[in-house]
């Protein structure tokens, strides 16, 4: 947790523009000692709170942003496994409640979906022990997290739903010349060793990004950010002229 909150510490540093010069005058600190301390992670609660006054934030909002970097896995049991394996639909709502905090009025108004059909969502969601729905229809998640572990047997059916959508919007973007910033295709000849190499690249990058994503929705609001959707693919011996995609 100590390095989380180191980092998140820097993050709030180049959000309020401040650097380490101007920070260690702040608190009456050399910048040296300043940058000494950063390094080695190491001060009392009093001076933390003192940095957190001088940058403007207190500690429990560092400590929220700090806690947004530590990885948290939801692993499905069978019964909610199950359940996502019967209606993928739930399983990207479920996935839009972890990250809206419960909020299904935001969910349902983001994506203009039936609220009749969402609440019978979140009753199901609420059988197998994901949420608890209480009076009013409020929602309280049993898992605050973002990240689920599934089965690859699930994996494979919510990802082609999600692969077959994403393709065909971005296609259409593409035609519209909207939104699609940036396209690559390529082929490398590689050795597995350097196979394996290039997809360990992959998931370090999007973990990196992933890990930025969720402080830089806590310091700055979604509302401010570029919301980003990816996806990427390695397919061995592919060759584009022996498939036609067609809308």
Same mark, same amino acid.
């Given at each position: 947790?100590?390095?989380?909150?180191?980092?998140?510490?820097?993050?709030?540093?180049?959000?309020?523009?401040?650097?380490?010069?101007?920070?260690?005058?702040?608190?009456?600190?050399?910048?040296?000692? *300043?940058?000494?301390?950063?390094?080695?992670?190491?001060? &009392? %609660?009093? $001076? +933390? @709170?003192?940095?957190?006054? /001088? =940058?403007?934030?207190?500690?429990?909002? *560092?400590?929220?942003?700090?806690?947004?970097?530590?990885? &948290? %896995?939801? $692993? +499905? @049991?069978?019964?909610?496994? /199950? =359940?996502?394996?019967?209606?993928?639909?739930?399983?990207?709502?479920?996935?839009?409640?972890?990250? &809206?905090?419960?909020?299904?009025?935001?969910?349902?108004?983001?994506?203009?979906?039936?609220?009749?059909?969402?609440?019978?969502?979140?009753?199901?969601?609420?059988?197998?022990?994901?949420?608890?729905?209480?009076?009013?229809?409020?929602?309280?998640?049993?898992?605050?997290?973002?990240?689920?572990?599934?089965?690859?047997?699930?994996?494979?059916?919510?990802?082609?739903?999600?692969?077959?959508?994403?393709?065909?919007?971005?296609?259409?973007?593409?035609?519209?010349?909207?939104?699609?910033?940036?396209?690559?295709?390529?082929?490398?000849?590689?050795?597995?060793?350097?196979?394996?190499?290039?997809?360990?690249?992959?998931?370090d990058l999007q973990l990196e990004?992933?890990?930025?994503?969720?402080?830089?929705?806590?310091?700055?609001?979604?509302?401010?950010?570029?919301?980003?959707?990816?996806?990427?693919?390695?397919?061995?011996?592919?060759?584009?002229?022996?498939?036609?995609?067609?809308?």
């Open positions: 947790m100590r390095n989380d909150v180191f980092v998140a510490l820097k993050d709030v540093m180049k959000v309020r523009k401040v650097n380490y010069k101007d920070l260690a005058a702040r608190i009456d600190m050399s910048e040296s000692g *300043l940058k000494k301390l950063m390094a080695g992670q190491d001060c &009392s %609660v009093s $001076k +933390l @709170d003192q940095i957190c006054d /001088a =940058l403007n934030i207190n500690l429990g909002e *560092l400590f929220s942003i700090a806690q947004q970097s530590k990885d &948290s %896995v939801l $692993k +499905l @049991d069978d019964k909610q496994e /199950a =359940l996502f394996l019967k209606e993928p639909i739930i399983y990207h709502f479920f996935t839009e409640l972890l990250s &809206s905090d419960g909020d299904w009025k935001a969910v349902i108004n983001k994506h203009r979906l039936d609220k009749n059909e969402s609440l019978s969502m979140l009753r199901s969601l609420d059988k197998v022990n994901l949420i608890e729905l209480g009076e009013n229809d409020r929602v309280k998640l049993l898992f605050k997290g973002s990240d689920i572990n599934i089965s690859s047997k699930l994996g494979a059916l919510v990802s082609f739903n999600i692969d077959r959508y994403f393709f065909e919007y971005a296609q259409e973007q593409f035609k519209l010349e909207q939104k699609t910033s940036r396209g690559s295709r390529g082929s490398f000849y590689l050795k597995k060793e350097s196979v394996t190499d290039y997809l360990k690249a992959l998931d990004f992933a890990k930025r994503s969720k402080r830089e929705e806590l310091l700055y609001g979604s509302e401010k950010l570029e919301n980003i959707t990816f996806m990427s693919y390695l397919a061995t011996d592919f060759r584009a002229t022996d498939y036609v995609f067609t809308k």
